[in-house]
């Protein structure tokens, strides 16, 4: 009966290590998920390399310009700044966002990826004064009341882009 009792103690050491490393490592991992917040791990370098805006439509108004855009990167655009740059100075002006009714996301907020604006509705006043102008616009994502401008998903026209558009 001897012989049996060691791989007996054996047996139960080993599930009981077993039940303690286990209870070890389920602590270890509640208390890091509770520390987790995913707002944290996406930085702003991160959505700002992920948002891009392109431009389907433009024209020229005879005061200005007018765009179609479309939102070709991976999150939502809710708002734009347009820069420009002219032999006044340089100038932000906000912009404003309306999505087109053919949008998958009708009750979203902004400009989700892969939608449109409605059509030419960024109007932009602008008079070229030399090539040298400059205008951006530049997408801006929205989160927990905090703004994220994203220069590097911004569009920019040079005053010699702007010359021979069609009328609108």
Known sequence: MKKGVSPLISYVLLVGFAIAMAAIVYNFVITQTEKLNPDEMTGTKEICNEMALGVSEICSTGTGIKLTLSNKGSFTVHKINIDTIDAG????????????????????????????????????????????????????????????????GKITYNGADLVGLPAC
């Open 89 to 152: 100075g340089a100038s932000t002006i906000p912009g404003t966002i309306t999505k087109d009714a053919s949008c998958s996301c009708s009750t979203c907020e902004g400009l989700p990826p892969g939608c449109i604006t409605t059509s030419k509705s960024v109007e932009i006043s602008y008079s070229r004064s030399s090539d040298s102008d400059e205008i951006s616009i530049v997408p801006i994502r929205t989160e927990n009341y905090k703004d994220t401008v994203c220069q590097e």
